[in-house]
């Protein structure tokens, strides 16, 4: 059972013309400091005072603020975790840290989760004071923005609450459905394999990103991975039993034992598929991952890493799963025929991959100058929108450039 949160409103001012002062939360473990903080930051904000984290959560799930300014060392639930609580329930509400124990740890911590920033004690009182009328701003910002998205305007429409997010996320699910890219051979000019791409009629998930960040803040990644797996192995129909399916893959797909299994559809027809890592999302997470790669290789795949240019730098990903194809970053790819610097680096990376036996494809081609510069460059495979937009996999096979 949650402590029931005790409020402390010291006599107020009278409430603005244009509007009421921000709403603060203040979570503080230490009665004289909590007590001055209401003094002192009552003359600007609507101050809640509680003593605990567990009181903070119970409110933190029933109201809304424009702030929150919490002790670290709290006692049961510390800063950080109320933190966490937080973000999963409101992506908005700026939360500033306090601590007379500073550590590298802890601001790691704080700031990967969101937190504003954190100030350590004794602080000044125009300092603090400065920070948190920042934070109600940045809050009624964040606020202001999701009414534009409400209307229309645009930004991201997903859901800022969880509950919100879990119905929309499960709307997405029954929906979700497969289109095709193809994937053109350059030495041969014709179609070698397709990507499995996911649509979904979900109006607030209008695109894959905006699903797959949803999945990853409510960590039910591996059901999309599985919906997807399942689905673009029993809608894929190529033109002729040769072609290539390339399926994306998070990361931590990998750690989900349904990848593996024998009898799931898309390992039936493991010797035609290639699976695509994405460079975009790290591998600290996933154990064994060269255990697990090879795994995936016994099973028939391959595997490839997508996104290359556009996410996590380094040999790590190279190193630990060898993959036979490369895919390179859009990014990498747009306006390239004018660009030394892209020029440069896709003729580099190509040169490499084929030294370590590695397919290159060149993805997001969208105009003729793209096209003859990546050829010109030495890609083996071409992918976009010039060749083939995505839906059925049932396109000519030959390509007329």
Avoid at 184 to 206: C, H, I, N, W
Wanted: net charge negative; charged share 25%; glycine share 8%.
């Amino acid at each position: 059972m949650m402590n029931k949160p005790t409020r402390e409103l010291p006599a107020r001012r009278d409430t603005p013309a244009d509007g009421a002062r921000p709403r603060l939360l203040l979570v503080e473990d230490e009665d004289g400091l909590r007590h001055a903080l209401v003094r002192t930051l009552s003359e600007t904000f609507d101050v809640t005072a509680v003593s605990d984290g567990s009181a903070a959560a119970e409110l933190l799930v029933k109201e809304t603020y424009d702030g929150v300014l919490s002790d670290i060392g709290l006692p049961g639930m510390s800063g950080v975790d109320l933190l966490r609580l937080v973000r999963t329930y409101d992506l908005d509400v700026p939360v500033v840290l306090m601590t007379g124990q500073p550590s590298v740890e802890t601001a790691i911590a704080a700031l990967e989760l969101g937190a504003l920033t954190y100030v350590q004690k004794p602080f000044a009182h125009d300092v603090l004071h400065g920070t948190l009328l920042r934070a109600a701003k940045l809050a009624r910002l964040a606020r202001t923005k999701r009414e534009a998205v409400a209307a229309g305007v645009g930004g991201s429409p997903l859901a800022g609450d969880r509950a919100g997010l879990h119905t929309c996320f499960d709307r997405a699910l029954e929906t979700l459905s497969i289109v095709f890219q193809p994937i053109v051979d350059r030495r041969a000019r014709k179609t070698m394999g397709f990507e499995a791409l996911m649509r979904t009629k979900e109006p607030s998930m209008p695109h894959p990103g905006a699903l797959l960040e949803a999945a990853e803040r409510l960590g039910r990644i591996q059901e999309v991975g599985r919906r997807v797996r399942e689905l673009a192995a029993t809608s894929f129909r190529p033109p002729d039993d040769g072609m290539t399916l390339f399926v994306n893959l998070h990361p931590a797909d990998m750690l989900d034992s349904n990848l593996y299994d024998r009898h799931a559809p898309l390992t039936k027809i493991a010797d035609h598929v290639v699976l695509e890592i994405t460079e975009r999302a790290a591998l600290d997470d996933v154990t064994e991952t060269k255990h697990r790669a090879a795994e995936l290789r016994r099973r028939g795949f391959r595997l490839a890493i997508d996104d290359l240019g556009a996410g996590y730098a380094g040999l790590t990903s190279f190193a630990t799963l060898e993959p036979e194809v490369v895919k390179l970053d859009m990014s990498l790819i747009r306006g390239i025929e004018g660009s030394p610097v892209k020029r440069h680096i896709v003729e580099s990376m190509t040169r490499l991959c084929r030294e370590l036996d590695m397919h290159v494809v060149a993805e997001g081609i969208e105009t003729m100058p793209e096209l003859a510069t990546v050829i010109d460059l030495g890609c083996d495979y071409l992918q976009g929108y010039l060749l083939g937009r995505p839906g059925p996999a049932l396109v000519p096979s030959s390509q007329s450039w």
